[in-house]
C-alpha cells in the first residue's frame, strides 16, 4: 500500500485527487491538507460519511502524526515551493500538480531531491492527451517555427500563462529556430494585444467561466495551417497521470519535470 497525503483537498483538484486516491485499491489516504478546514476528520464531510482520514491544518500537524509514502499537491502557487521543499526534506515524494513554478525553483527543489535521494514529479498537466498535445506540437515546431499558443481556462485560475503553456513553449523552443513573429515594425496599440512572449512565441490567455482547462497551439506556413488542441472536459481528466505518478516516485531517487518522463 502506498500512504499518500492530499495537500489542498478542498480545492477542485484537491478534492478530486482525494477521490481517486479512496478509490485506488493500491492507495491508502493517510491524511489531506487545508490551512482552513474546519473539520479534523474526512468524515465530519457529509460525502466523505465512513472515511477515517485526519484532516491537517499545517504540513508541521501532518509529518508529527502520520509517514506517508507520496506527497500529492494541488494548491496554490505562493506555498507550492515550500510544501515541496518539506516533502523532500521529510522523505515524503512529492507529486506536484500546482503550477507557477520558475526555472530557478525546479532546479532548486531537483537538488534537495538528489541530496535526499527522493523520487518526485512536479507536472503542469497530468492529462495524458495534453502530454500528447505538448509533444506533437514539438514536433511539429521543427518545421513550422510560427506558432501561437492560446490557453483557455476557468476564471478562478490564479497564474497566467498556464503551466501548460509554459511548458509547450519551453519543449517548442528546445528544437525551434530562433525566430520573432509578427511584422518587424507592429505596435501594440492596447497594451499585452500580442500575448505574452516567450522567445519570440506569443502566448494568449483566456479566462471564462464555464471553461475547465484547454490549449491550442497554432502553426502558419505559406498557404497552410496546423491547429493541435487538448480539451480537458472534466477534471477526472488529470486523474491517470496523477495515479501512475504516485506509483513511481517511491520507486525513484530524482525529482522530475514533467509527465512525458513517466508514460
Ligand atoms: N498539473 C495538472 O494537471 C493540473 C494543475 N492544476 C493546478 O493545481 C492548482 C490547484 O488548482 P485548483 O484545484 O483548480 O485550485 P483551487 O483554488 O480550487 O484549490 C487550491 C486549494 O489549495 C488550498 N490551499 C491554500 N493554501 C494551502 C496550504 N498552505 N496548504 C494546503 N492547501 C492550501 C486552498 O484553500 P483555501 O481556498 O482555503 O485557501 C484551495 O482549497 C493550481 O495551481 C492549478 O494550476 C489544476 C488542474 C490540473
Ligand atoms: O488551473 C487549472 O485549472 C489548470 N492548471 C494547469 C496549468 O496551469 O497548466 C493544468 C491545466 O491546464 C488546468
Not at 499545517?58 to 521543499?85: C, G, H, R, S
Not at 534537495?112 to 505538448?134: Q, S
Request: hydrophobic fraction near 45%; glycine fraction near 10%; charge should be negative.
Amino acid at each position: 500500500m502506498i500512504k499518500i497525503v492530499v495537500a489542498g483537498f478542498k480545492g477542485k483538484m484537491g478534492m478530486t485527487a482525494t477521490k481517486m486516491v479512496l478509490s485506488h485499491e493500491g492507495f491508502e489516504l493517510a491524511g489531506v491538507i487545508d490551512p482552513h478546514a474546519a473539520e479534523t476528520n474526512l468524515q465530519d464531510i457529509p460525502e466523505f460519511h465512513g472515511q477515517n482520514v485526519p484532516v491537517f491544518k499545517t504540513k508541521e500537524d501532518m509529518a508529527a502524526a502520520v509517514v506517508p509514502d507520496v506527497w500529492i499537491d494541488f494548491t496554490i502557487p505562493a506555498v507550492a515551493y515550500d510544501n515541496v521543499q518539506f516533502a523532500l526534506e521529510h522523505r515524503i515524494s512529492p507529486v506536484v500538480g500546482t503550477t507557477g513554478f520558475t526555472e530557478t525553483q525546479i532546479g532548486e527543489l531537483q537538488a534537495i531531491a538528489e541530496k535526499n535521494h527522493v523520487g518526485g514529479l512536479i507536472a503542469p498537466n497530468f492529462a495524458v492527451g495534453a502530454v500528447l498535445m505538448m509533444s506533437f506540437a514539438k514536433k511539429a515546431a521543427e518545421y513550422f517555427p510560427d506558432v501561437e499558443i492560446i490557453e483557455l481556462h476557468h476564471d478562478n485560475k490564479l497564474d497566467a500563462p498556464s503551466g501548460t503553456a509554459i511548458k509547450t513553449a519551453e519543449m517548442m523552443a528546445e528544437v525551434r529556430g530562433k525566430k520573432q513573429q509578427g511584422h518587424p515594425d507592429e505596435k501594440e496599440l492596447i497594451a499585452g494585444a500580442r500575448g505574452a512572449d516567450y522567445d519570440g512565441m506569443r502566448i494568449h490567455s483566456v479566462r471564462l467561466p464555464g471553461l475547465i482547462a484547454h490549449q491550442q497551439v497554432q502553426f502558419g506556413n505559406v498557404g497552410e495551417g496546423l491547429t493541435i488542441r487538448h480539451d480537458s472536459y472534466d477534471r477526472s481528466s488529470f486523474m491517470t497521470g496523477v495515479a501512475l505518478a504516485c506509483e513511481k516516485v517511491v520507486t525513484m531517487d530524482k525529482l522530475i519535470y514533467g509527465l512525458e518522463h513517466l508514460l
